[in-house]
């Protein structure tokens, strides 16, 4: 099950850091880690639906992880 949340993340990462650089073409992924410091990220729709989707999957692995 974890092997299987590591490549939906990797995954996800991956779709996420491709959609931005679409509109910031210069980010990088640790840019990611605070996308408000970017407009064009902070007010598209469609980067934080992408960006939430990461953060549901991380959530499920914390949330294993910890046994609950």
Same mark, same amino acid.
């Given at each position: 099950?974890?092997?299987?949340?590591?490549?939906? !993340?990797?995954? @996800?990462?991956? =779709?996420?850091? =491709?959609?931005? #650089?679409?509109?910031?073409?210069?980010?990088? =992924?640790?840019?990611?880690? @605070?996308?408000?410091?970017?407009?064009?990220?902070?007010?598209?729709?469609?980067? #934080?639906?992408?960006?939430? !989707?990461?953060?549901? !999957?991380?959530?499920? =692995?914390?949330?294993? @992880?910890?046994?609950?």
């Amino acid at each position: 099950m974890s092997e299987l949340l590591d490549e939906m !993340i990797a995954h @996800q990462e991956n =779709k996420l850091l =491709k959609l931005a #650089r679409e509109m910031v073409p210069s980010i990088t =992924k640790e840019d990611l880690l @605070q996308p408000f410091d970017y407009a064009e990220l902070e007010s598209s729709p469609h980067f #934080r639906y992408e960006e939430g !989707i990461l953060h549901g !999957i991380l959530s499920v =692995k914390a949330a294993l @992880q910890a046994g609950v």
